[in-house]
């Protein structure tokens, strides 16, 4: 976590060689890969994904009320976040 806040720039660059090598037809590197997903996804998960309900009642929804606040680490993940969701679907039993 502590390169994140140092350098955003090669946390995003070693994640994207992670998503390239989980590409690959190896089902024992895929398998390793998956791991570390699940990990750093179920880590994202707990860590940053709180749902708050709005301060109003919920009869008096406003726009503002429903944009959601995204935190600057799933900001951070977003473009390797989506990366790897079309891989997983990529490699979804047919």
């Known amino acids: 976590e502590k390169t994140?806040?140092?350098n955003p720039?090669?946390?995003?660059?070693?994640?994207?060689l992670l998503v390239a090598i989980s590409h690959v037809e190896?089902?024992?590197?895929?398998?390793i890969c998956l791991e570390y997903w699940n990990v750093l996804t179920s880590d994202l998960y707990h860590t940053?994904?709180?749902?708050?309900?709005?301060p109003?009642?919920?009869?008096?929804?406003?726009?503002?009320?429903?944009?959601p606040v995204?935190?600057?680490?799933l900001q951070l993940?977003?473009?390797i976040l989506n990366k790897l969701r079309v891989l997983m679907v990529s490699r979804m039993a047919k």
């Open 4 to 6: 994140a806040q140092t």
């Open 9 to 16: 720039a090669l946390l995003q660059s070693a994640m994207g």
């Open 26 to 31: 190896d089902m024992e590197i895929f398998k």
């Open 48 to 54: 940053e994904c709180h749902f708050q309900p709005p």
């Open 56 to 67: 109003q009642s919920a009869l008096v929804l406003t726009p503002a009320t429903l944009t």
């Open 70 to 73: 995204t935190s600057p680490r």
């Open 77 to 79: 993940y977003a473009p």
